[in-house]
């Protein structure tokens, strides 16, 4: 479990640890899985939460590349109190590109989403 940010488009950002076994996975094998639940609700039982499973493409962002600006402000805009573990030499940064998207809004509530209607939907 990491903590994410959004970026321009629909693309999530991760700011994670190369100590991290997802780290390594990442830099082997590019294909990622996320999934996202919406925080608990009392009267809502556990298979009922919406959820969001992201399948898609993790690149890591080197400090030269021109969107590593624009995705450590996202990330920081969410998380502004990670801001002393950008200065870490072993963290880095993470954009996921997605490719295929499934929403589950609740029981019998299920759908497929392309990422550019997943990207729409966010904003």
């Known amino acids: 479990m990491v903590p994410f940010a959004l970026l321009p488009g629909g693309r999530f950002v991760v700011h ?3 100590l991290a076994a997802h780290t390594k996975d990442m830099l082997e094998h ?3 899985s996320l999934l996202v ?3 608990p609700q009392d009267d809502v039982p556990t298979q009922g939460m919406a959820r969001v499973t992201i399948q898609g493409e993790a690149t890591q962002v080197a400090h030269d590349d021109p969107q590593y600006a624009a995705a450590k402000a996202a990330y920081l805009a969410r998380f502004p109190e ?3 573990m950008f200065g870490f030499g ?3 940064l993470f954009a996921i590109e ?3 998207v499934r929403f589950v ?3 019998a509530q299920a759908k497929s989403l392309t990422p550019d209607t997943f990207a729409k939907v966010l904003h």
């Open 82 to 84: 990670s801001e002393p």
């Open 105 to 107: 809004g609740g029981f």
């Open 30 to 32: 590019a294909q990622v």
């Open 90 to 92: 072993d963290f880095s």
């Open 37 to 39: 639940v919406a925080s």
């Open 16 to 18: 994670v640890s190369a």
């Open 98 to 100: 997605p490719r295929m």
